[in-house]
């Protein structure tokens, strides 16, 4: 490290790299009194260097060309340009160079963060990463300095933006689905495929490392449940919110002795449970240890200067502290997952002609099937379209057959958090 400066490169200076940029120089003599240097930014790679910027950066600093970082005299690089291809490359190059690494890149973590990991430390540099988890919140930190004693049995959250904020948009605002999405994107919050965030695969990478933090060990990707919330209605939101819920893209991960059960699901709360309370784009993660009780985490999960916050301060944090091996993360094999019992409440939507599907019929058949329906909301339209929500116990997929098949509806069930 020269004297005076330390040198960082920027792979990527889109949402989050021009908010690391805005931070290091709205927070410099701070971070220069804490660290004992200054720090400069001396190498930025972009793939459109003609591009007009949210920030303003000497056009000098800017490349296109990986090979310019590399041979740079970078002492850190952030990397906050998102994906697996080509940054893998990039960050193995840098880590075989002795870089120490900053990355926001879920993705990243969750599809190659064992081999990163082990990377690091034969090169004994850092790894951090804690802007990849629940944005602006420092949860990595807490799990990794204060809550190793504990016993955690499980974690649940709220580890998505995007979907938090079309969720509470759309039930607020009686806003579409897509007029939200463009929202959420125009705001900096959505991945550069959206798609990431709407079908639950940004928020499983996160509990994918989430899982690696508090258990030491986590799933294949291919063996957690995940469903997201691009199907979801505005009946679905509408009729939960009358029987007194609310719905939320809930990641949970669970342990018990046969292993670790991993979900992202849109699952129905209480209105008055705290994570049916996070509204926008803020984050949440609920834990339990032995120890310290009931735990409640929340922030600002996805933007421009709550994620850069994350990144500088893990950045701040590496400069000041001796390198020392990272736990190395595993993955259990997928016969070690448990199955979500089978008699929990859940919310069953259904939705159809009320001429072949009548309240009355409908929860006959259920009550023949053994289906225990303890709550009920029913809805005509003028077009003669039933929607219902019934909160029922033991309805199983061949219960959801008959519904669709001998009674013509749309059947969708949500699992059902009961208490906090
Ligand atoms: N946005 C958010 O709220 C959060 C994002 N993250 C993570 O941070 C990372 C960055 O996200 P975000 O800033 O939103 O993304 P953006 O799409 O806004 O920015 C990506 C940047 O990387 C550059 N880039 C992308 N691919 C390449 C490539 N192949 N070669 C060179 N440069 C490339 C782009 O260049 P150019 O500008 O020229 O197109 C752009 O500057 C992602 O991993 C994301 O998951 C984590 C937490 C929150
Ligand atoms: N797209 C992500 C950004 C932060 O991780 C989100 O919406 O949470």
């Given at each position: 490290?020269?004297?005076g400066?330390?040198?960082v490169g920027?792979?990527?200076l889109?949402t989050?790299?021009?908010?690391?940029?805005?931070?290091i120089?709205s927070?410099?003599?701070?971070l220069?009194q804490?660290?004992g240097?200054?720090?400069?930014i001396?190498?930025?790679l972009?793939?459109?260097?003609?591009?007009?910027r949210?920030?303003?950066?000497?056009?000098?600093?800017l490349?296109?060309?990986?090979?310019d970082v590399l041979?740079?005299?970078?002492?850190?690089?952030?990397e906050?340009?998102g994906g697996?291809?080509?940054?893998y490359d990039?960050?193995?190059?840098?880590i075989e160079k002795g870089?120490?690494v900053?990355?926001a890149?879920?993705e990243?973590?969750?599809k190659?963060?064992p081999?990163?990991v082990?990377?690091?430390n034969?090169?004994?540099v850092?790894l951090?990463y804690?802007?990849?988890?629940?944005?602006?919140i420092?949860?990595?930190s807490?799990?990794?300095?204060?809550?190793?004693?504990?016993?955690i049995?499980?974690?649940?959250?709220i580890l998505?933006?995007?979907?938090n904020?079309?969720?509470?948009?759309?039930?607020?605002e009686?806003?579409?689905?897509?007029?939200?999405?463009k929202q959420?994107q125009?705001l900096?919050?959505?991945?550069?495929?959206?798609?990431?965030d709407?079908?639950?695969?940004?928020?499983?990478?996160k509990l994918y490392?989430?899982?690696?933090?508090?258990y030491?060990e986590?799933?294949?990707?291919?063996d957690?449940?995940?469903k997201?919330?691009?199907?979801?209605?505005a009946?679905?939101?509408r009729?939960?919110?009358?029987l007194?819920?609310?719905?939320?893209?809930?990641a949970?991960?669970?342990?018990?002795?046969?292993?670790?059960?991993l979900?992202?699901?849109?699952?129905?709360l209480?209105?008055?449970?705290?994570?049916a309370?996070?509204?926008?784009?803020f984050?949440a993660?609920?834990?339990?240890g032995n120890?310290?009780?009931?735990?409640l985490?929340t922030g600002?999960?996805a933007?421009e200067?709550p994620t850069?916050s994350?990144?500088?301060?893990d950045?701040?944090?590496l400069?000041?502290?001796?390198?020392?091996p990272?736990?190395v993360?595993t993955?259990?094999?997928?016969a070690?997952?448990?199955?979500?019992?089978?008699d929990?409440?859940?919310?069953?939507?259904?939705?159809?002609?009320?001429?072949?599907?009548t309240?009355?019929?409908?929860?006959?058949?259920?009550?023949?099937?053994?289906?225990?329906?303890?709550?009920?909301?029913?809805?005509?339209?003028?077009?003669g379209v039933?929607?219902a929500?019934?909160?029922?116990?033991?309805i199983?997929?061949?219960?959801?057959?008959?519904?669709?098949?001998?009674?013509?509806?749309?059947?969708?069930c949500?699992?059902?958090?009961?208490s906090?």
């Amino acid at each position: 490290m020269s004297a005076g400066v330390i040198k960082v490169g920027l792979l990527g200076l889109g949402t989050v790299g021009g908010g690391v940029i805005k931070t290091i120089r709205s927070q410099q003599e701070k971070l220069a009194q804490r660290l004992g240097k200054r720090i400069e930014i001396v190498k930025a790679l972009v793939r459109d260097s003609e591009k007009e910027r949210a920030v303003q950066v000497d056009p000098a600093l800017l490349t296109t060309d990986f090979e310019d970082v590399l041979k740079s005299d970078v002492d850190i690089v952030v990397e906050v340009m998102g994906g697996v291809e080509p940054t893998y490359d990039y960050v193995r190059a840098l880590i075989e160079k002795g870089c120490h690494v900053v990355t926001a890149n879920k993705e990243l973590l969750a599809k190659r963060g064992p081999e990163l990991v082990d990377l690091a430390n034969q090169h004994q540099v850092h790894l951090a990463y804690e802007a990849s988890v629940a944005g602006g919140i420092p949860i990595l930190s807490v799990l990794r300095q204060f809550l190793r004693t504990n016993d955690i049995q499980g974690v649940r959250g709220i580890l998505n933006g995007t979907t938090n904020f079309i969720l509470t948009k759309m039930e607020a605002e009686q806003l579409s689905y897509q007029e939200v999405l463009k929202q959420a994107q125009e705001l900096g919050y959505a991945e550069a495929d959206p798609r990431s965030d709407v079908e639950g695969f940004d928020a499983m990478y996160k509990l994918y490392i989430l899982a690696q933090l508090v258990y030491g060990e986590s799933l294949p990707l291919a063996d957690v449940v995940r469903k997201g919330i691009a199907d979801l209605s505005a009946g679905h939101i509408r009729i939960a919110s009358e029987l007194g819920y609310r719905i939320k893209l809930i990641a949970q991960a669970q342990k018990a002795e046969q292993g670790i059960r991993l979900s992202v699901q849109p699952t129905v709360l209480p209105i008055a449970h705290p994570l049916a309370q996070i509204q926008d784009a803020f984050n949440a993660v609920q834990l339990s240890g032995n120890i310290v009780g009931d735990l409640l985490f929340t922030g600002r999960g996805a933007g421009e200067l709550p994620t850069a916050s994350a990144v500088v301060e893990d950045l701040a944090y590496l400069l000041t502290q001796p390198f020392t091996p990272h736990p190395v993360w595993t993955e259990k094999n997928a016969a070690a997952q448990l199955e979500q019992g089978q008699d929990e409440r859940v919310l069953c939507y259904l939705e159809g002609s009320c001429i072949a599907a009548t309240p009355d019929r409908v929860l006959h058949f259920l009550r023949e099937a053994g289906v225990n329906v303890t709550k009920l909301k029913v809805q005509f339209d003028l077009g003669g379209v039933l929607r219902a929500g019934l909160i029922v116990t033991g309805i199983r997929e061949e219960h959801e057959q008959v519904l669709k098949s001998d009674f013509g509806l749309s059947v969708r069930c949500f699992p059902l958090i009961e208490s906090a």
